[in-house]
């Protein structure tokens, strides 16, 4: 028996309403380009609209004219989708709440995550959304998760609830000193002020 193994997220697909609408709420609010349609070809009665999240993967959508925007929130059921993440600056992050509000869109406000910050609203299908932005950067060769994964490890070594910025810190500094060969003996942590 061997594992059918994945390489990432290829594209999500959302039923959605009517044309306009996921057009307006994708790239109308989330800013995500709208780079092709063609029909659902599955099903003609429905279009098929592709949106680019960020880093090159998709978002799509099915519509049809003949569905209206139903706000009620999508089931939380056992083997419903709870939320989609989205990844986004630091500096978008930070104009999160004013760029809801001005729109009158109702949010979460900011939650503390340990090791990002989040915040979640609703689209206008009631698909819950978490805007997703992480409190560090992996060094460099590194990914998100690899510095989570040793963060963890640290956490549960110290029996701490959650993973906070320590522990993300200390992961940091021991995936760099592990990928990373110095001429130095002793890589401890050193005084020079004390001398």
Not at 12 to 24: E, F, K, L
Not at 38 to 60: A, C, S, V
Not at 97 to 104: C, I, T
Not at 148 to 158: F, G, M, S, T, Y
Request: proline share 6%; glycine share 6%.
């Amino acid at each position: 028996m061997r594992k059918l193994q994945s390489q990432g997220v290829h594209h999500i697909t959302i039923i959605g309403a009517d044309r306009q609408t996921s057009i307006d709420f994708w790239e109308g609010v989330l800013g995500m380009p709208f780079v092709f349609d063609q029909p659902n070809l599955d099903n003609q009665e429905e279009g098929h609209l592709y949106f680019d999240p960020g880093d090159g993967r998709l978002i799509t959508i099915f519509t049809n004219e003949s569905r209206k925007p139903d706000p009620s929130r999508t089931p939380v059921d056992i083997g419903c989708v709870h939320h989609l993440a989205f990844a986004v600056s630091r500096a978008t992050f930070s104009q999160a709440v004013a760029r809801l509000d001005e729109r009158g869109i109702a949010h979460s406000g900011v939650k503390d995550r340990g090791f990002m910050d989040s915040i979640y609203f609703t689209d206008p299908l009631g698909l819950l959304i978490e805007l997703a932005s992480y409190r560090f950067e992996p060094p460099h060769g590194f990914t998100h998760a690899q510095v989570l994964l040793e963060a963890h490890k640290i956490r549960v070594a110290r029996d701490e609830y959650n993973i906070a910025e320590i522990h993300l810190a200390d992961a940091i500094e021991n995936l760099t000193m592990r990928a990373r060969e110095s001429l130095s003996q002793d890589r401890e942590p050193k005084d020079p002020y004390s001398r």
